[in-house]
């Protein structure tokens, strides 16, 4: 028996930068979650005296978060995990959930039908770099003065929504924070 495909949903920077070797890339979802802009980046983002923010899942009955899923080749699966492990190291952990893939509709993406199980990564609340819920604008403001080894959080805020609406999704919590990210930034 061939080994086993092996699935990763990416619903943050790997969105826009999957740097690491995938087979296929497909839009996708996974249903029970939200993405949230409520965990704290000191080492890409931002610093330790000034973390960033970026996203996580948080479980939501009836949310949808879309994203994209990329099969890894078995062969490779190990190492790239081991780099995406590292990379994560500030507060992430590895689950395993159902996707959902999509194809075009008349209106936007719609289900397939095909389901498979996905790794992802998820900061959870009680992981040091945690911030948690705050107001949108605050969040904003965060992200638009904060910068860290990896780049301006405001840069990661904006790949992220103009991918998602690359790939016809919705997602208010991200375009809320855009739109008042992008003006804090370059005020008129
Ligand atoms: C992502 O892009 O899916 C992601 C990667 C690392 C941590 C959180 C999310």
New binding site residues.
């Given amino acids: 028996m061939p080994p086993p495909d092996v699935w990763l ?7 826009w930068r999957p740097a690491f070797d995938h087979a296929e890339r497909h839009p996708a979802f996974i249903d029970g979650w939200t993405r949230r802009f409520w965990q704290g980046s000191t080492d890409h983002r931002g610093v330790p005296e000034a973390p960033g923010r ?3 899942l948080v479980a939501e009955p009836g949310a949808r978060c879309w ?1 994209v899923a990329y099969r890894i080749a078995p062969e490779s699966a190990d190492e790239v995990f081991a780099g ?1 492990d590292h990379r ?1 190291r500030g507060g ?1 952990a590895r689950i395993e959930l159902p996707v959902h893939f999509v194809e075009p509709g008349p209106a936007g993406p719609v289900p397939s039908g095909r389901v498979a199980g996905a790794r ?2 998820l ?1 959870t609340a009680d992981n040091p770099n945690y911030l948690g819920e705050a107001p949108l604008p605050a969040i904003a403001a965060q992200i638009a003065r904060c910068r860290g080894p990896s780049g301006a959080n405001l840069e990661y805020l904006v790949r992220l929504a103009e991918a998602l609406r690359d790939l016809g999704a919705a997602d208010d919590h991200v375009f809320a924070l855009e739109r008042l990210a992008r003006e804090l930034a370059s005020p008129l």
């Fill in positions: 949903f990416g619903y943050g920077s790997l969105v970026v996203v996580t994203g995406l994560e992430y992802m990564y900061a």
